[in-house]
């Protein structure tokens, strides 16, 4: 199983760090060999932060080796998909292919989003079906010149994309999907991805959910003529190092309530994050690698960021990899 670090660019707006740290964080990333990628967020109106295209642009020219995705794009719905394939190619090709657009509906309950669909006269069901839409889109303007499409939302004839992204046949497209409660949602969901996606993001981490929700997602890959394996899993999960699991969780709870703008249940902080001493954060996220999932990444719940960073490289991820080894 592989790992990544997820860079909190909201948290900027509530005093956690700077451009410049998050920057800073990026070369401490990209230079240990314990981190395959890296992540950030993207928001309109409903949780602002700096704009992820922009903040990837300037990540990717201070790394040479990792790989650089959205977790996830929440306003791609709200992006026009032309726009959108002409700057996410110039990004690839910044990146020089290492690119991940990881997209997600976008749908949450802040006043900010509310406010997002009003703008766009957008409903719950508009963002799926733009959704999907734009995935194709950007399929077809990589891939293909003078193309045309016909949707719902958008159509158009004739159009060419140049520069095409640096990666071929084209960047990776992952679906970003959390749905809870019924099953024929979840369902729907994870059938999104077997029908339009390279991979599947999410931040689910209740083990008896994942394991059906990773069997469904295989075994309806199967039946649709994909090799289950060619649809990349990946975690986003939250960590917090502290010889404290009870301080650490603490920390956990006040950062995720401040960065959400909204109140967590403990045992959904518990839940979400990988919390206390390295050897009991290491136990925790092992049991993603016993589910079957190919990559984590780790978003830092805590005020010290580099310090955490350095506890993750040094201490953490090792003792993962050293099990591994020797089972």
Not at 118 to 138: P, S
Not at 140 to 161: K, P, R
Not at 218 to 234: L, M, V
Not at 236 to 243: A, C, K, L, R, T
């Amino acid at each position: 199983m592989k790992f990544g670090l997820t860079l909190p660019n909201r948290a900027i707006q509530f005093g956690v760090t700077t451009t410049d740290r998050l920057l800073a964080m990026a070369e401490v990333a990209d230079a240990a060999d314990v981190l395959d990628t890296l992540w950030v967020g993207d928001s309109l109106l409903g949780k602002p932060r700096l704009e992820s295209i922009a903040f990837l642009a300037a990540l990717a020219a201070r790394t040479e080796r990792v790989q650089l995705g959205t977790a996830c794009m929440a306003s791609f719905a709200l992006r026009d998909p032309i726009w959108l394939a002409y700057q996410w190619a110039s990004l690839d090709q910044l990146a020089k292919g290492r690119t991940i657009l990881a997209v997600c509906t976008g749908i949450i309950e802040q006043a900010g989003g509310k406010i997002e669909n009003q703008l766009y006269r957008l409903e719950r069901k508009d963002r799926v079906r733009r959704l999907i839409e734009g995935i194709e889109i950007l399929k077809l303007l990589w891939t293909q010149d003078n193309a045309s499409y016909t949707g719902e939302s958008y159509s158009f004839s004739g159009v060419s994309i140049e520069p095409k992204p640096y990666a071929q046949p084209r960047p990776p497209i992952w679906i970003a999907n959390n749905v809870e409660g019924d099953r024929a949602l979840v369902e729907r969901s994870l059938q999104r991805v077997v029908d339009h996606a390279d991979g599947w993001q999410t931040s689910t981490c209740d083990p008896e959910e994942l394991r059906w929700r990773l069997a469904f997602l295989r075994e309806g890959a199967a039946a649709a003529g994909r090799d289950p394996d060619s649809i990349a899993t990946h975690i986003y999960h939250n960590i917090n190092v502290n010889p404290s699991r009870d301080a650490a969780l603490e920390e956990s709870q006040r950062f995720l309530d401040t960065y959400y703008m909204k109140t967590w249940a403990p045992e959904r902080v518990a839940c979400w994050t990988a919390a206390g001493t390295p050897e009991e954060c290491a136990e925790h996220l092992a049991r993603f690698d016993q589910l079957g999932f190919q990559s984590v990444t780790l978003r830092i719940t805590s005020w010290d960021q580099e310090g955490q960073l350095r506890r993750i490289i040094g201490d953490v991820l090792p003792r993962l990899a050293a099990s591994a080894t020797v089972a």
